[in-house]
Antibody, heavy 120, light 107 residues
């Protein structure tokens, strides 16, 4: 069965770096794009961008350009989200979500979420 | 960017009732509209895409409708497992945006 399994909760200080992983199984990793979605505490969902798992090319939403980086380890069917120079407002749960078809924008499978706490 | 506006923000209903959640897009998105359900502490789950196509395994008491800028999600005969938050999302090209969410609570 298709699964996206994310890395565990993170506690970081402002200014530090975090790297969150999303390991896919049950399908051919490079056939489906991987998206990242942010959910701040008690808030709604915000699309951060996606990475083409075939070419490795990332696309970032405007609010996530600069400190955010998507990457892949294709041999391990794993996508990564790295956030540099952490700020208090980065505190949130981050989800990876598979895109159900080429540029479909339909997120048919989601990871369980990784909670990031940023506190000095 | 396309803005998605959901209403109501919260809704209280009883088991067995029928409820409707609406979503408005700031511009024409044709039928490129998805709905997700999220339960507390869990990841969202796809319910509907292309405005009215049910995702695999979604019960038939859920139905989506609409096109252009006005959309709705209807849940017939509410079940205990239907309570949670619901989000619409356009999938008419990037950047994808979500509505603010509707929290469906037990009356």
């Amino acid at each position: 069965q298709i699964q996206l399994v994310q890395s565990g909760p993170e506690l970081k200080k402002p200014g530090e770096t975090v790297k969150i992983s999303c390991k896919a199984s049950g399908y051919t990793f490079t056939n489906y794009g991987m998206n990242w979605v942010k959910q701040a505490p008690g808030k709604g969902l915000k699309w951060m961008g996606w990475i083409n798992t075939y070419t490795g090319e990332p696309t970032y939403a405007d609010d996530f350009k600069g400190r955010f980086a998507f990457s892949l380890e294709t041999s391990a069917s794993t996508a990564y989200l790295q956030i540099n120079n952490l700020k208090n407002e980065d505190m949130a749960t981050y989800f990876c979500a598979r895109e159900g078809g080429p540029s479909s924008g339909i997120f048919d499978y989601w990871g369980q979420g990784t909670t990031l706490t940023v506190s000095s | 960017d396309i803005q998605m506006t959901q209403s109501p923000a919260s809704l209280s209903a009883s088991v067995g009732e029928t409820v409707t959640i609406t979503c408005r897009a700031s511009e024409n998105i044709y039928s490129y509209l998805a709905w997700y359900q999220q339960k507390q502490g869990k990841s969202p789950q796809l319910l509907v895409y292309n405005a009215k196509t049910l995702a695999e395994g979604v019960p038939s008491r859920f139905s989506g409708s609409g096109s252009g800028t006005q959309f709705s999600l209807k849940i017939n005969s509410l079940q205990p497992e239907d309570f949670g938050s619901y989000y619409c999302q356009h999938h008419y090209g990037t950047p994808y945006t979500f509505g603010g969410g509707t929290k469906l609570e037990i009356k």
